[in-house]
């Protein structure tokens, strides 16, 4: 069993900044690829923004240079820095986790998602 548990999303001025966070317990081998997504309304989901085991990184065009994603190995956590956020940014924020589990299966994992408003 392993579990995803997201925190950090909320409401926010434009300009603003908010760090969602997604937390991996239990029968966890190893985290391979960490990512963030998001889902707006009448939207289809997309990548925000993916971070490898050695750290390399990819973002989407519409994030770069103000969106960072970061991963604590030692945590089993995944970071995803939102600054000078816009309403266009708003929506359901998930992260998905490819997990080796201790019985090394590889799956995707999908954390419960958090909202984030961008709004005056």
């Known amino acids: 069993q392993v579990q995803l548990v997201e925190s950090g999303g909320g409401l926010v001025q434009p300009g603003g900044s908010l760090r969602p966070s997604c937390v991996a317990s239990?029968?966890?081998?190893?985290?391979?690829?960490m990512g963030w997504y998001r889902q707006a309304p009448g939207k289809e989901r997309e990548l925000v923004a993916g971070?490898?085991?050695?750290?390399?990184?990819t973002y989407a065009d519409s994030v770069k240079g103000r969106f960072t994603i970061s991963r604590d190995n030692a945590k089993n956590t995944v970071y995803l820095q939102m600054n000078s956020l816009k309403p266009e940014d708003t929506a359901v924020y998930s992260c998905?986790?490819?997990?080796?589990?201790?019985?090394?299966?590889?799956?995707?994992?999908w954390g419960q998602g958090t909202q984030v408003t961008v709004s005056a």
């Open positions: 998905k986790l490819a997990i080796t589990t201790t019985t090394f299966r590889v799956r995707d994992y």
């Open positions: 239990g029968s966890i081998f190893r985290i391979n690829t």
């Open positions: 971070v490898a085991r050695n750290f390399s990184t």
